[in-house]
């Protein structure tokens, strides 16, 4: 079993940035893909960036050139950095890897960017 905590979610401004982390605990040994997610109210959740256990990103059109994933493999932990934070970024943002065929998820960060 996988369990995933996000941290670093909040209030920031028009231009601002965030990171945002999620670590992996239980008994894992050699975790997949991992990557992140966002949500907002009466949307699909949208994919936000991913990154495989190789290093290899792949991102939403629309955070390209903003955000950047990265993961530490012995710290079992992703992390996305968001830059130039937009209002249309706000959103609930879930992480999730992928482990012995199986997909887990957090419970998510609230990002808000508001003035």
């Known amino acids: 079993q996988v369990q995933l905590v996000e941290s670093g979610g909040g209030l920031v401004q028009p231009g601002g940035s965030l990171r945002l982390s999620c670590e992996a605990s239980?008994?894992?040994?050699?975790?997949?893909?991992m990557g992140w997610y966002r949500q907002t109210p009466g949307k699909e959740r949208e994919l936000v960036a991913t990154?495989?256990?190789?290093?290899?990103?792949n991102y939403a059109d629309s955070v390209k050139g903003r955000f950047l994933i990265s993961r530490d493999n012995a710290k079992k932990t992703v992390y996305l950095q968001m830059n130039t934070l937009q209002p249309e970024d706000t959103a609930v943002y879930l992480c999730t890897v992928r482990y012995r065929g199986a997909d887990y998820w957090g419970k998510g960060t609230l990002v808000t960017v508001s003035s």
């Open positions: 239980g008994t894992i040994f050699s975790i997949g893909p």
């Open positions: 990154i495989a256990s190789s290093g290899d990103t």
